[in-house]
Structure formats: C-alpha cells, structure tokens
C-alpha cells in the first residue's frame, strides 16, 4: 500500500425527480466542477487521525476516532458530525474489515472545493471517496449508512451529465448529451441555507399520496423535456410543470411563488425544497434581482457544471 494515497469525487445537483427519484422516476442530474479530495496516509499512531477543510481553508472537523468504537459504535440519540463519520466507518469495516485489522494507523485529510454549507455532496462525495479507497461498493455503503437514492453517488463518480433511476431498487445511470445552446441563460443561486435531505425525505414519505405512479410518469416526460429543450423557453415551460406537480406533492408553494413572484424568468427548486441551490433560466442577467434581494451566490452555468 502506498504511504500516500489521494481519491476525488464531484459534487451533485439534481434537476429533476427530486423526492420521486425515491421511487422510480427517471432523474436528470449534474455533476458539479466542485467536490472533494481524501487523502490517507499510514501511520504509527493508533486510529485515525481526522482533519476535514472547507473551501476556504478552515478545518470544520477535527477528532481522533479509536478502531474500536468504529468496530463497535455507541449508540447515541445525539446528532454529530463525529457519529455521521463513525456510522459511515463501521459500515465501510463491515464491507471491507482489512482496512482496520492491517494497519497500525491513519491520518486522513478531506478537502471541499465547495463552502460546506452549500449542499453539493459533502457527505456523498466523501462516501465516494471511503468507497474508492476501500475497494467497495459506494451505493451499498450509501445505503447502509446515509440512505437516499444514490443519484449524489452517480455524479460523484461521473463526468458528464446523467439520468439516474433506481430500476427494482437497483442504480441504472446513464451518460446523457446536454449541451444546449442556452447555457448562458442558466444560472444557479445559493438560498443562503442548507437543508437536510435526511428531514426533507423523511417529510416526503409522510406525504405521499396514491398518485405515485401516475406523477412518475408526468416528471418522467419534464426529464426528458429538459435534457431535449431546443431552446430557453422550452425548458423554462418545462421547469415550470415540474415545479407545480412538486408543488402539489408536497403541499408547498413553489420557491417562486414564495419568494420570486415578481421574476421575469423561471425558478426551479433541486433536491430538498426550502434550501441550497435554485436553477434560474432567465434571457436577461439575474444577477441584480437576486443581489438585490440579498442572494449573492449566483453562478453561471458553466462555472458550475462539468462539460
């Protein structure tokens, strides 16, 4: 085993199938030009040394984590970032337990390229990552840790636009052609607040409704719609049916209607509702209208997506 070894993984935006790609929609979804590095070195020192940076060069976690308790985890009702790690640790020893029984030691380093607080796959890209580094199979280490459908997984590991559909529970990605002449009418902009897909998942399956199938379907078509738009318009018409379905299915007003009803263009919502990244389509320049109303974060297209 080398002294050193480094593993990167993108970052993720899903477009479309939020929360029925639960189910067995076809989502459309991107992976980002940010993401994270992990890098392992062997050590002497018993455990792990563990060091995570944000973007800007802060550590926003820092611990030493004992073999043991990754082995045998305490149960604990508080939420952390060390319990997150220590779950994703003893799934990955279940998976693959040489990691632990053949070496002294570890220092590991993660590194975001993104702001942490953006949403774009901390967690994803580092099960990725354990995943790449372990030999194992990053969907099933997902699934037995974090949960959710595993699109965040698909992007990590791809570098081209994808559609993603769990097909009797089992991933089926497919590299997709999405290079629309309009990128420059495409913008993403930062709410100002994460949200946890864990809470906004667990509210979804509270409620959903009989008509699973019949909106599968519908959201099916809108993904198709938006990878083929021919034009700006088309995709925003599109957008705009998917969020009213969404709207419906989850008994919430649209980010639009909520918060950009005087928008000249059109708004999407990706993944969790209420937070991280919306999609703006938009002909004239969105930047003073979000600044205005205290959204800073806007970025174009192509500073933000793998092409």
Do not use: R
């Amino acid at each position: 085993m080398n002294t050193k070894q480094t593993f990167y993984s993108n970052g993720k935006l899903l477009i479309t199938a939020e929360y029925l790609v639960l189910d067995g929609a076809k989502a459309f979804a991107l992976p980002t030009k940010f993401g994270q590095n992990l890098i392992v070195e062997e050590t002497k020192n018993p455990g792990i040394i563990w060091k995570s940076y944000d973007a800007d060069g802060s550590i926003w976690f820092e611990d030493t984590l004992t073999f043991s308790e990754i082995k045998n985890p305490i149960e604990t009702e508080e939420e952390s970032t060390k319990k997150t790690l220590l779950k994703i640790l003893h799934e990955a020893y279940l998976l693959n337990p040489d990691f632990i029984e053949q070496t002294k030691g570890y220092q590991i380093t993660t590194e975001l390229t993104f702001p942490k607080k953006w949403g774009l796959g901390t967690s994803s890209s580092l099960i990725n990552n354990i995943a790449q580094w372990l030999e194992i199979d990053a969907y099933i280490l997902l699934n037995n840790s974090f949960g959710g459908s595993g699109y965040d997984i698909a992007c990590a590991q791809n570098n081209t636009p994808i559609t993603y559909q769990l097909k009797q529970g089992k991933p089926k990605v497919d590299a997709v052609l999405f290079t629309p002449n309009f990128t420059d009418t495409i913008y993403f902009v930062y709410l100002n607040k994460k949200q946890s897909s864990k809470t906004a998942i667990a509210n979804y399956q509270k409620n959903k409704i009989a008509d699973t199938e019949k909106n599968i379907v519908k959201i099916d078509k809108l993904t198709l719609e938006i990878i083929h738009a021919k034009n700006s318009n088309a995709m925003a018409v599109a957008i705009a049916k998917h969020e009213a379905i969404m709207s419906t299915i989850l008994e919430t007003a649209t980010v639009k209607e909520d918060l950009f009803s005087d928008f000249i263009g059109e708004i999407k919502s990706l993944g969790a509702w209420g937070g991280d990244f919306i999609m703006v389509v938009s002909e004239i320049n969105p930047v003073t209208y979000f600044s205005s109303k205290g959204f800073k974060t806007i970025i174009p297209y192509k500073d933000m997506i793998l092409e």
